[in-house]
């Protein structure tokens, strides 16, 4: 999850955790580590089964939807934006992730690592798997798609600079897409929705639609509602640049526990990260369709 968690300073120690950690090497797993949740997270599920220029070579990457694409797709000359969270070489430069940047409501660092599995696997990694599935089969079906970076190569870019490049392309939904790093024993995926934040204040309504639409096809994974964080998969976050600056409907979503052995397994797996980009553009989909 994008809130960050305190640098470690003992060589030896630096195991941080959470979907925000930010260090010089690249995330690694603690013997334990602290839930995630902030700001305004709600109570745990009683549902059963996150100006400042880019550093780098980032940047938001657009393509144009297949010609060869339905016409009557509803996805035919839309226009959508995917944010990766993180980036697969940002623990090289903390410098630029610990920059100070405006979220619409207080300060919040540039970007953070990110978590990443017991064994090492990366949450940049696995949003960039996603996202690039997700992108693949938007494009055949005749969407224009933003991204807000071009490669898991670079760092950054920052999270205020990503929701510009969403903005400005005036996309007709987003995607945040991240996964957490909560306790050994929490499972599960669950659906951020913004909170009013002046700049937002237009796109929280549908956003939360959307949001439910999401929780319901992303079940459809085989990955389990989150046990910990927020109520019945939903969740509200004031904290957030990705939220508090958007001016298009969009939401983050958390895909999973990354320090869960069982939610790991799914995380790591090709087929889920397909399956995960499928049910995405499953619920925009639906989103677009019902939006009038």
């Not at 109570?43 to 880019?54: C, F, I, L, T, V």
């Not at 979220?103 to 953070?112: A, F, L, S």
């Amino acid at each position: 999850m994008p809130f960050v968690r305190p640098l470690a300073l003992a060589a030896t120690a630096a195991l941080l955790a959470g979907c925000g950690s930010t260090s010089s090497e690249r995330p690694a797993a603690p013997a334990a580590s602290a839930a995630s949740g902030a700001a305004s997270a709600s109570a745990p599920s009683s549902r059963a089964p996150g100006s400042s220029a880019s550093s780098g070579s980032t940047g938001s990457s657009e393509d144009s939807g297949s010609p060869e694409a339905s016409r009557s797709s509803v996805f035919a000359g839309a226009r959508i934006g995917i944010d990766p969270g993180h980036n697969g070489r940002n623990y090289t430069d903390p410098g630029v992730l610990t920059r100070q940047i405006w979220n619409g409501r207080g300060y919040e660092d540039c970007n953070t690592t990110g978590t990443a599995t017991n064994a090492g696997y990366p949450e940049a990694d696995y949003t960039w798997g996603v996202a690039t599935a997700l992108r693949a089969m938007l494009r055949r079906a005749g969407a224009r798609v933003v991204m807000t970076r071009a490669s898991n190569e670079g760092v950054g870019p920052c999270v205020d600079r990503r929701a510009a490049i969403i903005n400005r392309a005036h996309a007709d939904v987003a995607i945040d897409i991240h996964a957490d790093g909560a306790g050994p024993d929490d499972r599960g995926f669950a659906v951020l929705q913004p909170v009013a934040s002046g700049t937002n204040d237009a796109v929280v309504r549908p956003s939360r639609r959307y949001a439910r639409i999401l929780r319901d096809a992303f079940e459809r994974t085989g990955m389990p509602v989150s046990d910990y964080l927020g109520s019945d998969g939903l969740t509200t976050r004031d904290d957030l640049a990705g939220l508090n600056l958007t001016t298009v409907p969009q939401v983050l979503i958390e895909c999973g526990n990354m320090r869960n052995a069982e939610d790991a397994a799914l995380l790591t797996s090709a087929a889920f990260q397909r399956r995960a980009a499928r049910q995405i553009m499953a619920a925009m989909a639906t989103f677009l369709r019902t939006r009038h």
